[in-house]
């Protein structure tokens, strides 16, 4: 981008742009989604600055209502025009940085055989795109695409779609699009590109095999994370640092499953946690911002049986003397089913006689409470603060020193013996 620095000479203003000052060269990108793009490109040593715009359509001037409009009327086949893309202006020192090693980070960035889209956004805005400012550019352009084709070919990608062409009316995005993710560092993460390295090493992407020795292959889940994703950093803080579900987990920078493992469809965004049973994909949890209960409810469809489900989460009760645990007398602790987090100890278990298990008091932490009025009645709900899902009541005819009974549905309940 042409960037306005302010040079005070004399008491007066005087503005000039950054490749005038600083003898920078400059190409425009496009990578999908512009915010992600944006950071990516910025990361690599040599860049000056990356600025976020559209290029490469038919009309000369264009913001990102029309952008989206036209992309509509497309759609509906009302336009037969071509469409800007999303791009980054990526300004860089030749004395620095080589234009083909701000090439291989444009290629290892990204998947550039997904036509007109890039992971979960789909459009012809979001083509891969290389647009050039003369035949030096794009020479280079071409020979370096020629170089990626051939490693993604032996990855077992298919084709490159990126466009090359000569740069047509560019258009700087809003302010709102500039620096998008340094502003909201919880913005959109997409995943990052394929995990295969430009070849020669220009670029910095590696490809990292996961050791199909160390996975389960009965069940086992996998989080698909990106360098850099606010979320993925999220879910490992809330999520994946306390792991006791008794589901096996592991995360990876990889793109691709462990060998002779199948995903069903390729990845889009990250964090992906992606259910694997015998090695092949069976479920997939895309995206996280911070809703653990949604989280385990997807992880709880999988795992728990339609009986277990039918009360966990729609409420309901198990039959009285038929349930689960109701003659456990080890020392111990029943936990969650999903979340494997612990819920009440079997030394806080007493006969009740009403036909379900029975505690004093929970786990400190380990259940919420709250008011159920269904069915005609009025009672005390008591969920799972891990998993959020549906434990049973709690009633005031409990003995001491709590007084109170945690009347739990057995079949919700996992137990693990004291060593």
Not at 378 to 388: I, K, L, N, P, T
Request: charged letters at 25%; one cysteine or more; glycine letters at 10%.
């Amino acid at each position: 981008m042409f960037l306005i620095r302010w040079i005070l000479l004399g008491g007066i203003m005087m503005t000039m742009s950054l490749s005038a000052v600083a003898g920078a060269d400059s190409i425009v990108l496009g990578m999908g989604c512009f915010w992600g793009a944006e950071k990516r490109m910025s990361e690599v040593p040599g860049v000056i600055d990356v600025e976020a715009g559209y290029a490469g359509g038919d009309a000369k001037k264009v913001d990102y209502e029309d952008v989206l409009r036209m992309e509509r009327a497309i759609r509906r086949g009302k336009a037969n025009r071509r469409n800007h893309a999303e791009v980054i202006r990526v300004s860089f020192d030749p004395d620095r940085v080589r234009l083909e090693t701000i090439l291989a980070a444009f290629w290892e960035n990204h998947d550039p055989t997904q036509g007109d889209r890039q992971g979960n956004d789909v459009g012809s805005q979001y083509r891969s795109a290389i647009y050039t400012t003369g035949d030096a550019q794009k020479r280079i352009a071409l020979r370096t695409r020629a170089a990626y084709q051939e490693a993604l070919s032996k990855a077992g990608y298919g084709r490159i779609t990126t466009e090359i062409a000569s740069l047509r009316h560019y258009n700087r995005a809003g302010s709102y699009h500039q620096d998008y993710l340094e502003k909201n560092p919880d913005g959109y993460c997409g995943l990052g590109g394929t995990g295969v390295a430009f070849p020669g090493g220009a670029g910095k992407a590696t490809q990292l095999s996961l050791a199909v020795d160390q996975l389960d292959f009965d069940r086992q889940l996998i989080v698909f994370e990106a360098e850099d994703c606010p979320y993925c950093k999220r879910f490992r803080a809330e999520v994946l640092e306390g792991w006791q579900s008794e589901v096996p987990i592991t995360a990876t920078l990889d793109v691709k499953p462990p060998k002779d493992w199948v995903l069903k469809k390729p990845l889009f965004a990250t964090p992906t946690v992606v259910l694997f049973e015998r090695g092949r994909e069976v479920s997939r949890y895309t995206g996280y911002r911070g809703d653990k209960e949604r989280f385990w409810k997807w992880l709880g469809f999988q795992v728990l049986t339609p009986e277990q489900r039918r009360i966990a989460f729609e409420q309901g009760t198990e039959r009285p003397f038929t349930g689960s645990h109701l003659d456990e007398k080890r020392p111990g602790v029943f936990v969650d089913p999903i979340t494997g987090a612990p819920l009440f100890r079997s030394d806080t278990k007493f006969r009740s006689g009403t036909g379900w298990p029975s505690f004093f008091t929970p786990v400190e932490g380990a259940i919420t409470l709250h008011e159920d009025r269904s069915h005609g009645m009025r009672r005390v709900e008591v969920r799972s603060a891990s998993s959020g899902i549906h434990l049973g009541h709690v009633f005031d005819d409990g003995p001491p020193p709590s007084g109170k009974r945690y009347c739990i549905n057995g079949n919700v309940l996992s137990f693990v013996p004291d060593p």
